[in-house]
């Protein structure tokens, strides 16, 4: 890149090689970049491209099984890797700090926060012990965490998943680095604590003049942060340039791809997202020619048996014997995999196929003092929704807001204290043994981590079958049903043989919709399904869904924090804050026009791609509050910018109907 500062850190023909079954392949296959200081780079691709590959090879942090093979890293004009491994120690830490994923397995379980934060301090001889502490504080206060002191003597299973990742940013800040690179660092956070990280990261980047490596597969974030992004497959940069114009205007089909993958938050939420066909290719399967050529439908012969190089095509470089030739043009939304949608299924009883009325659930805190009341999470505290036969109800909210518990309480795995749940009309609520079986194979689950909730020790049909003989089915019979419902979710037969490890997180989640489906059920209750797969890979598992419904008469509950997805998924959507449905009503009503305050701070702290990236954007002021001790009155006040002395003192009811309701004494305009 030219006409650019002098770079903080350049990377040429990067090569790092795995080893993997006795045999050594390249992952990253000659990466090349530049980061200026004050510069934000950001790297996208799905999992797989070698994004975390990269990054890891800049400081010497490798993981075991990959090793570096090739290229250059200079960090201040010295090579980090003809530098010792005292040198690079110095550096790590001082001058490069990283911020990983997920924060509750990066930090120590056994330190307290303040211990991990202050550590780079002591290990790089910067400051005294008390000197340490206290700088460990302010950096904490920096970071928006509340009480500093007493947060700082507190473990990370004590933090909210928020305040753990700004403890990590933090521990990264503290010496002052240069440098920092960032990997995923809100990847399965709510939207509302996601807001709150990015507005910490574009502040250090423009109050400190730090550097940014920021990894992610979220075009939306990239748009609000980055100034350079490189988009990665099969472990190369397949374009490169200036956010914007890569965003704006991309000239390689796979970037093309991964916009047109993301629904839109105006869009028509009736048609099917357009997902890139197939999957990244393995390792040892990687294609001859442009590795995207499987998948691209604007490949070309040469494209088929000749690699493209890096070349300045329009405003940014590509990696594209076509965009080469003649620049690409851009598509309307949907234009690039169009698809045909199958009439939707006539579903002649329009009657609520699942109705809860008045469900609270609290759960008992460990501890306390003997002979005292024993304090209570409210989990739920007087929900009442139903959803109609073939419809689908999404539900949104915060971490802790109740989602999971409702979900669970739906389908009898958790008992109410109180309330009533109908099923298919009949009272479901205090079923008891062979009643409550049988009814549960009419409704079951899709869960949020497809790998943790198969045995990684049985195999995919095993797995699929394992309901249908739980309920008396054949073995015979058994077998040809899971071939029919792998079917179902396109996966051919030959993955009855596969374990869960040989699959890719798109294939584990259709198998775990297979399994969902085996006993012909009539409800789907699924809980964050997409929240950790790529944005392609969720195209493809919405778009499943959809189509299934349509197909078999499926009613859905779509639980999840982000609603522009639960907009596109869902026929009404329920927004749930600290136990208690706040707003309610039909999709794009909810979604396009909030009532409730709340429902506008989660929609604004969705970040988009394009213009409306620069608009004003809600950032709720800490975590929400301790749901032992809800707030009096409105349980949203504490947070909320439209707050006055009434919220404090009478709790909003839920109004003005039951077709588009709102809980909030001073709800936003209609406009």
């Known amino acids: 890149m030219t006409g650019r500062a002098e770079p903080l850190l350049r990377v040429d023909d990067l090569r790092v090689a795995v080893e993997s079954d006795g045999v050594v392949r390249e992952a990253v296959r000659g990466v090349s970049f530049e980061v200026a200081p004050g510069e934000v780079f950001g790297i996208v691709g799905e999992s797989g491209s070698g994004k975390s590959l990269s990054v890891a090879a800049i400081p010497g942090l490798l993981p075991a099984g990959a090793t570096f093979g090739g290229g250059t890293v200079r960090f201040k004009g010295e090579d980090l890797h003809a530098a010792t491994r005292r040198r690079l120690s110095e550096l790590r830490g001082r001058e490069i700090a990283m911020v990983f994923q997920d924060s509750l397995t990066s930090l120590n379980p056994v330190m307290s ?15 005294s012990r008390p000197a340490a502490q206290k700088t460990a504080e302010d950096g904490l206060r920096a970071m928006g965490i509340p009480d500093p002191h007493s947060a700082a003597a507190r473990y990370p299973h004590e933090f909210s998943g928020g305040m753990r990742q700004r403890a990590m940013i933090a521990t990264a800040l503290i010496a002052t680095p240069s440098l920092i690179i960032a990997d995923e660092p809100t990847t399965a956070l709510d939207v509302t604590v996601q807001a709150q990280i990015l507005d910490i990261c574009r ?15 979220d075009l939306g974030v990239m748009s609000e942060l980055a100034s350079t992004l490189a988009v990665m497959y099969a472990g190369r940069i397949v374009e490169l ?129 003997p002979f005292r009341p024993r304090a209570e999470v409210h989990a739920l505290d007087g929900v009442s929704l139903a959803v109609n036969r073939g419809e689908t109800l999404g539900i949104v909210g915060e971490s802790g807001c109740g989602k999971s518990t409702l979900a669970r309480c739906i389908l009898r795995l958790t008992e109410v204290d109180s309330g009533s749940i109908f099923f298919q009309g009949r009272d479901i609520t205090r079923l008891r043994g062979e009643e409550l079986r049988q009814v549960r194979r009419f409704m079951q689950p899709v869960f949020q981590d497809p790998y943790a909730s198969l045995n990684p020790r049985s195999r995919v049909g095993d797995a699929v079958a394992e309901p249908l003989l739980a309920h008396g089915v054949a073995k015979d019979a058994a077998r040809r049903r899971v071939d029919e419902v792998l079917d179902l979710v396109s996966l051919s037969p030959r993955f009855a043989e596969r ?97 409730h305050p709340y429902t506008q701070a989660l929609l604004s702290a969705i970040p988009v791609v394009g213009p409306a990236s620069s608009g004003r954007r809600i950032v709720l002021a800490g975590d929400p509050p301790s749901p032992i001790t809800p707030p009096s009155g409105c349980r949203f006040r504490t947070r909320c910018p439209r707050a006055q002395a009434l919220c404090a003192e009478v709790e909003p009811p839920l109004g003005p109907d039951t077709g588009r309701a709102w809980a909030c004494h001073f709800p936003i305009e209609d406009v």
Request: contains cysteine.
């Open 203 to 217: 502040r250090l980047v423009r109050e400190s003049n730090v550097a940014l490596i920021l990894i992610s597969h």
């Open 499 to 595: 374990f869960p490890h040989e699959l890719s997180g798109g294939q584990r989640q259709r198998v775990g919709i297979a399994r969902a489906l085996a006993l012909d059920p009539r409800l789907l209750v699924a809980d964050e399904p997409i929240s950790s797969l790529d944005v392609s890979i969720q195209a493809q598992i919405l778009n499943l869904l959809k189509d299934l419904q349509r197909r078999l008469g499926l009613t859905l509950v779509f639980i999840s924090h982000d609603i522009r997805l639960v907009r596109y998924m869902s026929t009404n959507i329920a927004i749930l804050s600290m136990g208690k449905v706040v707003e309610y009503g039909p999709a794009d009503e909810v979604a396009l026009r909030p009532r």
């Open 113 to 127: 926060v303040g211990e991990q934060v202050r550590e780079p301090l002591l290990l790089h001889h910067m400051a």
């Open 241 to 369: 340039g200036d956010a914007r114009a890569v965003l704006g205007t991309p000239q390689h089909p796979y970037t093309m791809a991964l916009l047109e993958s993301m629904p839109s938050s105006s869009g028509d939420p009736s048609a099917d997202l357009n997902a890139i066909p197939g999957e990244p290719p393995a390792l040892e399967a990687r294609p001859p020619g442009c590795p995207f050529h499987p998948r691209c439908p604007l490949a070309e012969e040469r494209c088929r048996v000749e690699e493209p190089e890096l070349a300045p095509v329009a405003d940014s470089a590509s990696a594209c014997w076509v965009a080469q030739r003649a620049p690409l043009l851009p598509r309307r939304p949907g234009g690039m995999v169009p698809r045909s949608l199958p009439a939707p299924q006539t579903v002649a009883d329009t009657a609520p196929l699942l109705q809860f009325a008045g469900l609270v659930k609290h759960y008992p805190v460990a501890g306390g003092l």
